[in-house]
Nanobody
Framework: QVQLVESGGGVVQAGGSLRLSCAAS????????MGWFRQAPGKEREFVAA????????QYTDAVKGRFTISRDNGKKTVYLQMNSLKLEDTAVYYC?????????????????WGPGTQITVSS
């Protein structure tokens, strides 16, 4: 059983930056691909970014390319999402997720475990 806990959410002005962290406990972190998803009010949860278990492969949704960076520290069992140039439309609850070995499933939102989420609000 893997537990994920996100932190770093909050309120930020448009154009600002935030860094989210997701700490994992239990299970084997190093063989799990990790991802970030978000859900805005009234919308379905969507994929944001993913990173392979080795850290060598990353993938982003087009809306965040060039602005967000996903990274991981396997020694600390933590994955990060650095968010720069934030826009109003980035406002959402951000979720951390993990999937053992199956990259396509993670990107499609079929994760083994999810965190409870953290709210990001971008204000004008």
């Amino acid at each position: 059983q893997v537990q994920l806990v996100e932190s770093g959410g909050g309120v930020v002005q448009a154009g600002g930056s935030l860094r989210l962290s997701c700490a994992a406990s239990g299970g084997t972190f190093s063989r799990h691909h990790m991802g970030w998803f978000r859900q805005a009010p009234g919308k379905e949860r969507e994929f944001v970014a993913a990173i392979s278990w080795s850290g060598g492969v990353t993938q982003y949704t087009d809306a965040v390319k060039g602005r967000f960076t996903i990274s991981r520290d396997n020694g600390k069992k933590t994955v990060y999402l650095q968010m720069n140039s934030l826009k109003l439309e980035d406002t959402a609850v951000y979720y951390c997720a993990t999937r053992f070995m199956l990259w396509g499933d993670l990107v499609a939102g079929r994760a083994d475990y999810w965190g409870p989420g953290t709210q990001i609000t971008v204000s004008s």
